[in-house]
């Protein structure tokens, strides 16, 4: 065996699933082999560091809460989406291809807390801007219910503030703003049931 | 290695889903949950991320019922459901994403579940004063890895997933994933090379 071969060989050497006559080929190369010797030293330490990533454990209590919420959505809108088993079509840049792209139809899930929020925002915006039209249009007298609604409309800065950052994430990543109010039905029937 | 999600209970379930039995979908999400929620930390998301995430894996699993056949491994099907989920839904966009908006605001607004991004260029071992600090680096330089290599690598590493699982989960032949295993260490090696120096003094 030479350095090629070996070089070829240690991806399976070092995770441990090369057949038992190769790998002991491999080891013997490795002791007469300083370089390649080293290579491999560095390959395990590589695999060790990331033994450092421990996992976590949840709660059965939560897992349990977390699968009541799945079937609740999955009774809510129960067609199987095409797109749930099979792999996109489309390709990406640095995927393979089969593999879906990385800016594909958004899943806002991970974000569903701050969803709620913006679509409280957004429906104020709404709320906010058919008043002022309607102020503007309609010229109501000095102290109506144009003016009066307007000036005590409970706008919650927070809820404002998540708006404005999600609106201005369009700016610096074009792919995540389509993503980000790319909601389908299922998702937002799920998003619902999730926020009770 | 982690070994892989053995015994693999999940056909036999799901069989009992299809039939009815709800219970049995609640056994499949406790059995598989924590690795669920690993698979999705490890590629890089967040705490509250990886829990959003894991609850779409569920509700796929779920959505499928009446469709799931079980012509291979229950955990290779779930692992072609978790790639696919990365792949769609990007990490590391998310990963990006969250620290982007946490940037945005201006930073005595810290928010909780959203990680601090470790600077793995700035990485200086003699910095790295405890576990947690090493596990940052580690967790930032798998989270760097281009979308492919990470799925695989965590698959593989991690779920214990052999190569013929990680092929089919992302829809490759067997010498693509090796491949993609190899650029994934040589990407981690360069990453984390300054700690690799002592680890590999030690073991030599």
């Known amino acids: ?196 | 290695m982690e070994q892989g999600i053995a015994p693999d209970p999940g056909q036999g379930w799901m069989a009992e889903f299809q039939h009815g039995d709800d219970a049995a979908f609640e056994r499949i999400v406790v059995h598989y949950g924590d690795r669920v929620l690993a698979f999705f930390r490890r590629c890089g998301a967040d705490r509250s991320s990886a829990e959003d995430l894991a609850q779409e894996a569920f509700l796929r699993i779920a959505r499928a019922r009446d469709r799931y056949e079980p012509t291979a491994r229950f955990t290779t099907w779930l692992y072609r459901i978790l790639a696919r989920i990365a792949a769609n839904d990007g990490t590391r966009n998310r990963w990006r994403r969250a620290t982007t908006i946490r940037q945005g605001r201006h930073d005595d607004d810290p928010q909780p579940g959203i990680p601090e991004l470790a600077a793995p260029h700035a990485a200086d071992p003699a910095t790295i004063a405890s576990v947690s600090d090493l596990r940052a680096r580690v967790r930032a330089a798998v989270a760097e890895l281009p979308e492919s290599q990470r799925i695989a690598l965590v698959l593989n590493r991690f779920e214990g997933a052999s190569y013929d699982d990680v092929a089919a989960a992302l829809d490759l032949s067997i010498p693509a994933v090796k491949s993609l295993l190899h650029r994934a260490r040589e990407n981690l090696k360069q990453r984390l090379l300054p700690f690799l120096q002592q680890e590999v003094l030690d073991e030599l």
Do not use: I, Y
């Open chain 1, 1 to 196: 065996m030479n350095c090629e071969t070996l070089c070829d060989h240690l991806l399976e050497l070092t995770d441990g699933s090369l057949e038992p006559d190769l790998a002991q080929e491999c080891r013997a190369h490795l002791a007469a082999c300083p370089p390649c010797a080293r290579e491999a030293a560095r390959q395990r330490a590589t695999w060790r560091l990331l033994g450092e990533l421990p996992a976590e454990k949840t709660s059965p209590a939560r897992l349990k809460q977390m699968a009541a919420t799945a079937l609740a959505a999955a009774r809510a809108t129960p067609e199987v989406q095409e797109t749930d088993l099979e792999p996109d079509r489309g390709g990406a840049p640095d995927l393979p291809a089969g593999l879906g792209r990385p800016g594909g139809p958004g899943r806002m899930v991970a974000l569903r807390r701050r969803w709620v929020q913006v679509a409280a925002a957004a429906a104020l915006v709404v709320v906010t801007a058919l008043g002022a039209e309607w102020v503007f249009h309609a010229r109501p007298p000095a102290g109506g219910p144009g003016e009066g609604e307007a000036s005590d409309c409970p706008v919650d800065p927070e809820f404002v503030g998540d708006f404005e950052v999600l609106r201005d994430l369009a700016d610096v990543d074009d792919s995540a703003d389509g993503e980000l109010l790319d909601l389908d039905h299922d998702e937002v029937v799920m998003l619902q049931l999730c926020d009770g």
